[in-house]
T-cell receptor, first 114, second 116 residues
Framework: AQKVTQAQTEISVVEKEDVTLDCVYE???????LFWYKQPPSGELVFLIR??????QNEISGRYSWNFQKSTSSFNFTITASQVVDSAVYFC???????????FGQGTTLQVKP | DVKVTQSSRYLVKRTGEKVFLECVQD?????MFWYRQDPGLGLRLIYF???????EKGDIPEGYSVSREKKERFSLILESASTNQTSMYLC???????????????FGSGTQLSVL
């Protein structure tokens, strides 16, 4: 069975702090894809990143960075120098190689205070 | 700009009513999905469709049905609404039916359904 766990329900930080959102996944597939989505207060989920299971290289995009470690089945997301506009619910998701089904974690609500 | 439009942002229905949630995408995407979002449970897949008139059950299809008569439109139907179907419903679409390697989902803004 496939499963995604985001153990942090809510995180509150002060602007300019760094924050890491944890994601742990379970799958028996050898080929799989991991995603992060952001859901701002408007409600529409926005795609942030996709990673396939063969590419463990970490990625940085501006203030965002992602750490993929197969050994610990984790795909963590770090926001550097957080801003108020980063306040949102963040979802980690997993898809097995042969299916279009995307399995989401429970979500982490991030509040960045000014 | 890509667009997934859900017909209602808020909806209030009574127990036993038949409810239709409509979703339209303007990107000519093959794949369409219905999720429900509940606090502490994340998003759970109800139904999805890879093509017109095709449908596949997701993880929680009980109490729901879907219709995909046209490529751009995917409807979620609650045959007899119940209070435990009060939730946020999210529609999504994606392309690349031949392989999912490069697929990403585009979401609508959601419909908050309250069943009284």
């Amino acid at each position: 069975a496939q499963k995604v766990t985001q153990a942090q329900t809510e995180i509150s930080v002060v602007e300019k702090e760094d924050v890491t959102l944890d994601c742990v996944y379970e799958t028996r597939d050898t080929t799989y894809y991991l995603f992060w989505y952001k859901q701002p207060p408007s409600g529409e989920l926005v795609f942030l990143i996709r990673r396939n299971s063969f590419d463990e290289q970490n990625e940085i995009s501006g203030r965002y960075s992602w750490n993929f470690q197969k050994s610990t089945s984790s795909f963590n997301f770090t926001i550097t120098a957080s801003q108020v506009v980063d306040s949102a619910v963040y979802f980690c998701a997993l898809r097995g190689g042969n299916t279009g089904k995307l399995i989401f974690g429970q979500g982490t609500t991030l509040q960045v205070k000014p | 700009d890509v667009k997934v439009t859900q017909s209602s942002r808020y909806l209030v229905k009574r127990t036993g009513e038949k409810v239709f949630l409509e979703c339209v995408q303007d990107m000519d995407h093959e794949n369409m999905f219905w999720y429900r979002q509940d606090p502490g449970l994340g998003l759970r897949l109800i139904y999805f469709s890879y093509d017109v008139k095709m449908k596949e059950k997701g993880d929680i299809p009980e109490g729901y049905s879907v219709s995909r008569e046209k490529k751009e439109r995917f409807s979620l139907i609650l045959e007899s609404a119940s209070t435990n179907q009060t939730s946020m419903y999210l529609c999504a679409s994606s392309t690349h039916p031949q392989g999912f390697e490069h697929e990403k989902l585009f979401f609508g803004s959601g419909t908050q359904l309250s069943v009284l």
